[in-house]
């Protein structure tokens, strides 16, 4: 199955399918518009939100990913719209080098209730997804002229997805199909497109506890869940702890690559955030990586952002 980008580890149960999903992030919750294109217009701003990440830190070709998001309410109060890319790469130059970029645009319809918003989302857009080997690689083959290797062709792979999301000023919940399409690799190890039979589902939920105005608490879950069961469902397990709505302090736990994640974001001011997160491998991978390292960046375009009226989701 084809939906999104690689994340390394995880297998298809098929001799021809490839399980490709959305990369692994530690900060995804400040931007939901890469897990659910319903979250686009939901900050009720125009809102831009960049982020680098370093996968496996101590390893030779680990992968690089940088994002880049922009979406924003429209003046009617329902339409949200939104753009995003993901450029992802791993490899080295021994071996070669495979870069996957991702351009989407999103749309989603907000629904006014007593106590929040209802967002109904679509989205659609490409992969391009290409490996580079190097000719001392294929030399060091058994069979050097093996099509799996011989190939340096660009894929372009069109897909769309779907998402649900209900946010008020206490809790929020999200699910979202991010990729209806799905791809396998034929005899000729080719992509191409396979069936509507295999897809992701991501449920996202969070709330905020208030014990005091400078002190708070958000819990909040993510769920990655494969209807086929081509690969292990991700839990994800969050708490942040919030300090005078400037400093986020928490972490999460990653139950499907036995990560633990600590998070530091400050909210310079009510238009701009910075933040960090490290993730500490406690199983398997602990012998090999010495973490992970994100940094995010938000920034918002409009004076309805003030200090009065903070957003927490």
């Known amino acids: 199955m084809y939906s999104g980008f690689p994340l390394a580890g995880q297998t298809d149960t098929s001799s021809?399918?490839?399980?490709?999903?959305?990369?692994?992030?530690?900060?995804?919750?400040?931007n939901g518009l890469l897990i659910n294109p319903a979250y686009a217009g939901s900050r009720e701003v125009l809102s831009l939100f960049l982020s680098g990440r370093q996968q496996?830190?101590?390893?030779?070709?680990?992968?690089?990913?940088?994002?880049?998001?922009?979406?924003?309410?429209?003046?009617?109060d329902r339409v949200g719209l939104g753009l995003s890319g993901q450029f992802y790469q791993y490899?080295?130059?021994?071996?070669?080098?495979?870069?996957?970029?991702?351009?989407?645009?999103?749309?989603?319809?907000?629904?006014?209730?007593?106590?929040?918003?209802l967002s109904f989302g679509l989205k659609a857009g490409f992969d391009m997804s290409g490996t580079k080997y190097t000719n001392d690689f294929r030399l060091t083959l058994t069979d050097p002229n093996d099509?799996?290797?011989?190939?340096?062709?660009?894929?372009?792979?069109?897909?769309?997805?779907?998402?649900?999301?209900?946010y008020g000023k206490k809790f929020f919940i999200g699910a979202a199909v991010p990729a209806f399409l799905n791809y396998k690799r034929n005899s000729d190890s080719k992509l191409i497109f396979n069936a509507f039979s295999d897809f992701n589902v991501n449920v996202s939920a969070g709330a905020l506890i208030t014990f005091t105005e400078s002190f708070k608490f958000k819990p909040s879950l993510f769920l990655d869940y494969s209807v086929q069961q081509t690969k292990k469902m991700r839990i994800d397990l969050n708490g942040n702890f919030i300090i005078k709505d400037f400093?986020?302090?928490?972490?999460?736990?990653?139950?499907?690559?036995?990560?633990?994640?600590?998070?530091?974001?400050?909210?310079?001011?009510?238009?701009?955030?910075?933040?960090?997160?490290?993730?500490?491998?406690?199983?398997?991978?602990?012998?090999?990586?010495?973490?992970?390292?994100?940094?995010?960046?938000?920034?918002e375009f409009s004076s309805k952002v003030n200090s009065a009226n903070p957003r927490y989701f």
């Open 16 to 30: 021809t399918g490839i399980n490709l999903a959305y990369p692994v992030y530690s900060q995804y919750l400040h």
């Open 56 to 76: 496996w830190a101590g390893i030779d070709g680990a992968p690089r990913l940088e994002t880049v998001s922009l979406h924003s309410l429209l003046k009617n």
């Open 91 to 117: 490899g080295d130059a021994q071996y070669g080098i495979s870069k996957l970029t991702s351009v989407y645009a999103h749309y989603a319809y907000h629904v006014r209730l007593s106590k929040g918003k």
């Open 147 to 166: 099509p799996v290797f011989a190939s340096n062709e660009t894929y372009f792979l069109p897909n769309a997805g779907a998402g649900m999301y209900y």
């Open 247 to 299: 400093v986020w302090i928490g972490g999460s736990w990653r139950t499907s690559e036995e990560v633990a994640v600590g998070i530091l974001q400050l909210q310079i001011s009510p238009q701009i955030m910075f933040g960090y997160s490290y993730d500490y491998p406690v199983g398997r991978m602990n012998n090999y990586s010495k973490g992970s390292h994100e940094i995010v960046f938000r920034f």
